[in-house]
């Protein structure tokens, strides 16, 4: 099937098997290989995308759903050399160690702060359980993702995500 | 060029690591490609224990973008025998380990075929393609039934399901006293059998191997711990001149043991791409890691401790089984025997014996997990500090104050004939117990016993050392261990001043970019950001024994920090030719080689920095008469002692009476690790081992069926904890400096997973041990917990048969709300 979708600002035509993940579509065919695969049952989260502004874990979304979407990864967050606030604060915080759930974590984290621009120890918690970590206990994670929130505050969290695409469509 | 005069060592410096890991810009095996590259499925066996009486590939091999099949008889010439480096004993029982069966399978989750094809969809669909029969043969399950008389042989060619027993016996090794003379005196005697469950890694990035034939060398990438071992292991089992292998680890996402292994994957990777010519990858599904990856723990633990009245141990006595699975991988022999040594942890035992029996049963082999033999002792010992308590109705810390080695006692040479270079058990104690607020819980837990609150509160104690730093190279040897345990390093100064730094430890994750490159900034005087550390490739870093056992620091800095050394001594000599002084009147200072006497910085003293000298050895224009122009310096640091770091954790659980849930309510530990290096780097690996400890007495196991399937497969049945499962933990520190070794460093990396296990379970139990309850097994799941409150069964749980009982999900039996 033919699917036109737009990757971190870029857009591509590309015909694809009906039965693609997404994630593989990423990887294998654009080598937006920053997301990765951790699991076979959409349990760890570490594939986390955007779609159109919301967290997917792109294991569980097949790349035909994609068509006409536009879709941002962790390498499309930086601008001009620019962290995102959220990748900073896990900078910051030490909030990874092997890395591997990483990318996945930062995005689920910056949807999270969409729908919450400050949310409470509990509240960042119970966001992220979709997302597993082995390195670190998490205790850090809770703690970037409260400091990117005092970095972005004043409904910055929003703002966020439009900071990521490129044409804010009004798919949200 | 201006030096650094703050020190780094101490710094909480922000992670050199970080950069790529966040932006996505990483390099997991996984993620590289190579021209003409193509991709390996593997068949696994679904059964236990069978004869293979026929496999057909044929249809699979006629299956579009389909390159080649093979079985395990086409690949059985070649493929030698998995390596097991730890031969404990020299009767030990070792059955071939092939790395895909070829007559019969042991485990459910060994190979049978590989199929390689064009795409990875293309070589898992021409799985389904191929057709194997099977004969049942009976499956050992139960370790204990394993050993009787007359049981079904996992390997009937050994004659027996024993691999091996090793013992130790203080008496005998003249370290202390007779333990049976010592039982028959008791005036109490606590005699408990514990379980450790079976556990599995469960690392985030599942294993996967590149190979490139294509070379004058072999290229093996591999998501792996242990890049230098697998190289020479390649070379020893496959006869491949060991110069024509080179193996990468690159960005490797976690490991805690895991990846710690030669595994079949990597075995078999590497003879398919040498047969087909072609450059190959094998990356396992998250399924394919819990099956057939290596498992941890697996022990059943006979324990008798005997004691006065007055709560002083006198003797400990310690049985153990220990499941090995269907084979012996690179250490499984050796990993409970690990553990022989901290059975005693910080207690001044007089006496003590240790005897563990080996024996194989039809699982996932068992190997390194995060501690690796220690957490299996220190969770024994301290929960029977625990029962001496209640038993003498004494205060558990009191039981624990009355045996321990006080801080004015060391060095102390332990009744295993170890030396604890320093520790203060006492200081991390009170510290802990004032940051807990110990008193007061106690109170309040009398308050809500008193009022038969729904919700108990219980109280855990666990006062843990460990031995950490693998290891003094005479020491292993004395074990049987097949390799040393020093480490490697060299230092190369660049022409412009820049510093790499080359280790042969192989991180994955840890941080040592960022850690070595603070230790060398202090060394050397450069700036943090001038150095640069090269790991993980046996061509740039061509000797190590890498990174397991919490040795990197321990051992692998203190060969960065020799390396230092002789850079430095061979700058002086150039500098003092360049200050035309002599060597002796030079003076070495924050990055600077002066003439002694003349001031410092600022002061108008001619001096030479270590760059300047990089330059000039460069150039090597005006160097002494005889001096090779070269500051490059390696070492190689053997550590003449183990590590032992050491905390107090201290637990508060409330247990839901109703329900059975456990929350943790706090959790404060202390822990004393020596000098730091980087305390946010130190923080961490705390943290993360505290959920990885509290996983094992809460949330994980690993369960199979009564026909040997893994029913604990994926992470919707295996449960690792989520932050929402996780308590935030109060971490502090006391810092008594290592005497054996110059940074005054200890391990980091196990201490949170051996301590906080027992203290977890010692809370649980402490929470309901009024309502008749002795003990629970582990994972503590809500079934376990509600079975145990309301039977006041002192066995609740019996041998754990269900999955995915913690977390409050339902079991398979239905739940026994």
Not at chain 2, 2 to 24: N, Q, Y
Not at chain 2, 770 to 780: N, S
Request: charged share 20%.
């Amino acid at each position: 099937m033919r699917i036109t979708v737009t990757v971190d600002g870029t857009k591509y035509a590309d015909d694809v098997e009906p039965r693609q993940l997404l994630v593989h579509y990423l990887r294998e065919r654009l080598g937006k290989v920053g997301t990765v695969v951790g699991c076979d049952t959409s349990n760890c989260g570490a594939c986390t995308v955007h779609l159109d502004g919301h967290s997917v874990k792109s294991c569980s979304v097949l790349a035909v759903q994609a068509d006409g979407s536009e879709v941002t990864t962790i390498e499309g967050l930086a601008r001009d050399g620019q962290l995102h606030p959220v990748q900073q604060a896990f900078h910051d915080n030490h909030a990874l160690q092997c890395g591997f759930c990483t990318p996945g974590m930062i995005m689920q984290s910056i949807d999270l702060l969409a729908d919450n621009p400050d949310p409470d120890e509990k509240a960042v918690r119970e966001g992220l359980e979709g997302n597993l970590c082995r390195c670190t206990g998490y205790q850090n994670i809770v703690r970037a993702v409260r400091d990117a929130a005092s970095h972005m505050q004043g409904g910055a969290g929003p703002e966020a995500e439009q900071v990521t695409s490129v044409k804010a469509g009004g798919a949200q | 060029m201006t030096a650094t005069m703050e020190p780094e060592v101490g710094k909480a410096r922000r992670r050199k690591e970080d950069a790529r890991l966040i932006t996505g810009r990483t390099r997991w095996t996984d993620n590289l490609t190579l021209p003409g590259l193509v991709h390996m499925s593997i068949l696994r066996s679904p059964m236990a224990h069978a004869r293979i009486t026929s496999i057909d590939v044929s249809a699979a091999r006629e299956l579009p973008g389909v390159l080649a099949v093979f079985t395990g008889a086409d690949l059985a010439d070649e493929q030698g025998s998995l390596p097991c480096a730890w031969p404990i004993t020299e009767d030990m029982k070792s059955p071939n380990a092939p790395s895909i069966a070829v007559d019969q399978v042991n485990f459910a989750g060994e190979a049978v075929a590989v199929v390689v094809a064009r795409s990875a969809y293309e070589a898992a669909d021409a799985l389904e393609a191929i057709d194997v029969d099977y004969d049942d043969l009976p499956v050992v399950l139960d370790m204990a039934a394993a050993v009787e008389d007359g049981a079904d042989l996992v390997h009937s060619d050994l004659g027996t399901n024993k691999s091996a027993t090793w013992i130790f016996d203080s008496n005998e090794a003249g370290t202390g006293g007779d333990v049976e003379a010592a039982i028959g005196d008791a005036e109490v005697l606590i005699e408990r059998t514990f379980r450790q469950q079976r556990l599995i890694p469960a690392f985030m990035e599942p294993r996967s191997v590149v190979v490139d034939p294509t070379g004058e060398q072999y290229t093996m990438w591999s998501a792996t711990q242990i890049p230098h071992i697998l190289r020479l292991m390649l070379a020893m089992t496959l006869s491949v001149p060991e110069h024509k292998v080179r193996v990468i680890a690159p960005d490797v996402g976690g490991g805690f043991g895991g990846k710690l292994q030669v595994t079949p994957e990597e075995i078999l990777t590497f003879l398919v791409a040498r047969r087909l010519g072609k450059p190959l990858k094998y990356t396992e599904s998250r399924s394919e890691s819990m099956l057939s990856g290596h498992h941890g723990r697996d022990q059943i633990q006979k324990l008798t401790l005997s004691a006065r009245r007055d709560g002083t141990v006198t003797g400990l006595k310690v049985e153990l089984l220990a499941d090995m699975g269907a084979y012996l991988r690179l250490v499984t022999p050796g990993v409970p025997i690990l553990g022989a040594f901290m059975f005693n942890a910080i207690y001044k035992f007089p006496a003590y014996r240790f005897v563990c029996t080996n024996v194989f049963t039809n699982k996932t082999p068992t190997d390194a997990y995060r501690g690796a033999g220690r957490p299996e002792a220190t969770f024994a010992i301290e929960r029977l500090m625990d029962e001496l308590a209640v038993e003498l109705d004494m205060d558990p810390m009191a039981v624990r104050e009355k045996n321990w080695i006080k801080h004015e006692e060391f060095p102390f040479t332990t009744v295993c004939g170890l030396t604890y270079d320093s520790g203060n058990y006492e200081a991390a104690t009170d510290k802990a117990k004032e940051l807990f607020g110990y008193d007061a819980l106690r109170a309040e837990q009398a308050e809500r016993r008193e009022r038969g609150d729904s919700v108990q509160l219980g109280l855990g104690i666990s006062t843990f050392t460990e031995m950490c730093g693998l290891a003094p190279s005479r020491v292993l040897g004395s074990l049987s261990y097949g390799a040393g345990g020093w480490e490697h390093a060299a230092i190369r100064m660049l022409p412009t001043g820049k510093v790499e730094v080359v280790t042969g430890s192989s991180p994955h994750g840890q941080g040592h970019e960022t850690a070595w490159s603070q230790i060398v900034a202090d060394q050397l005087g450069v700036p943090f950001e001038d150095i640069e550390v090269l790991h993980g490739d046996t061509q740039s870093s061509h000797k190590g024994l890498d990174t397991y056992g919490s040795r990197s620091l321990t051992v692998g800095a203190m060969a960065v920090v020799a390396a230092a050394d002789k850079v430095k001594a061979k700058a002086a000599r150039i500098a003092a030719h360049m200050l035309e002084a002599g060597e002796d009147d030079v003076e070495f200072h924050a990055g600077s080689f002066r003439v002694r006497g003349t001031g410092t910085e600022g002061s108008g003293a001619k001096g030479v920095s270590i760059q300047d000298v990089a330059l000039a050895v460069f150039a090597a224009h005006d160097l002494p008469d005889g001096v090779e122009p070269n500051l490059d310096s390696e070492a190689t640091f053997d550590p003449e002692n183990f590590s032992f770091p050491h905390g107090t954790h201290l637990c508060a659980t409330e247990v839901d009476t109703e329900t059975g849930r456990v929350t943790i309510r706090k959790y404060v530990c202390v822990d004393d690790i020596g000098k730091v290096v980087n305390p946010l780097i130190v923080e961490g690996q705390v943290h993360g081992g505290l959920a990885q400890g509290i996983a094992q007495a809460l949330f994980e196991e690993a369960v199979h069926d009564e026909s040997g399937t893994l029913t604990t497969g994926t992470l919707a049945d295996y449960l690792v904890p989520s932050a929402a499962d996780l308590p935030n933990f109060v971490t502090d520190r006391t810092e008594t400096p290592a005497t054996s070794n110059a940074l005054g460093v200890k391990g980091v990396g196990e201490a949170g997973t051996i301590a906080s296990t027992p203290a977890v379970v010692n809370a649980v139990i402490d929470a309901v041990r009024h309502l008749g309850v002795k003990d629970i097994e582990m994972p503590c799941t809500p079934m376990r917990v509600w079975q145990a409150i309301h039977t006041g069964r002192s066995d609740a749980g019996g041998l754990g048969g269900e999955a995915g009982g913690g977390l409050g999900s339902i079991d398979t039996s239905g739940g026994a709300q």
